[in-house]
């Protein structure tokens, strides 16, 4: 069964780079879509984009434009890892910031969750 | 993009009481609409997707329906700890949307 987790800094000043891992555990990084998801504080969900590997670090990936000009994913096959960076942020980025695997079988849908990992954006 | 909207925002409910949430998309996502429980803290759980087939492990008390712009979640009978957020989600097109949520509270 996989099981994800998130980890990385949780404070992140403005103008500079959020940067976030989630490993995978119990499950292959090769063998399935990922997804990051986030959610500020009291308010909804926001898909950021997804990454799957295709052959290099870089993967195949599909961004939300909203986020497309900041944001970038990448897979590291060795530690079964995947990776968020987020730059230029501000204090609407503040947000708890989810990975999940986005399965494509059928019908598509997020599942499983990491438990998220709340990161601020403050001086 | 795709507009999720979700009715009603929050619903009180008793122990026992039939809920239903409607969610509705700005275009037709045929049956690409997927269910999230979300409690306090915790990440959202997925409980239905394709809009009607249930997740392996929940409740038969869940169950989904609907297709094209309208869908439904219902709980048969709410139990204790069924109080929570609830979002829709399309998974028709990217960028991948969400309802703004419905919170089900105790009466």
């Known amino acids: 069964q996989v099981q994800l987790q998130e980890s990385g800094p949780g404070l992140v000043k403005p103008s500079e780079t959020l940067s976030l891992t989630c490993n995978v555990s119990g499950g292959s990084i090769r063998s399935n879509y990922w997804s990051w998801i986030r959610q500020p504080p009291g308010k909804g969900l926001e898909w950021i984009g997804y990454i799957y590997y295709s052959g290099s670090s870089s993967g195949s990936t599909n961004y939300n434009p909203s986020l497309k000009s900041r944001v970038t994913m990448s897979v590291d096959t060795s530690k079964n890892q995947f990776s968020l960076k987020l730059s230029s942020v501000t204090a609407a980025d503040t947000a708890v910031y989810y990975c999940?695997?986005?399965?494509?079988?059928?019908?598509?849908?997020?599942?499983?969750w990491g438990q998220g990992t709340l990161v601020t954006v403050s001086s | 993009d795709i507009q999720m909207t979700q009715s009603p925002s929050s619903l009180s409910a008793s122990v026992g009481d039939r809920v239903t949430i409607t969610c509705r998309a700005s275009q037709s996502i045929i049956s690409y609409l997927n269910w999230y429980q979300q409690k306090p803290g915790k990440a959202p759980k997925l409980l239905i997707y394709?809009?009607?087939s249930l997740q392996s492990g929940v409740p038969s008390r869940f169950s989904g329906s609907g297709s094209g712009t309208d869908f439904t979640l219902t709980i048969s009978s709410l139990q204790p700890e069924d109080f929570a957020t609830y979002y829709c989600?399309?998974?028709?097109?990217?960028?991948?949307?969400f309802g703004p949520g419905t919170k089900v509270d105790i009466k």
């Open positions: 989600q399309q998974s028709y097109s990217a960028p991948f949307t």
């Open positions: 394709g809009a009607s």
């Open positions: 999940a695997a986005y399965d494509t079988s059928s019908y598509n849908w997020f599942d499983p």
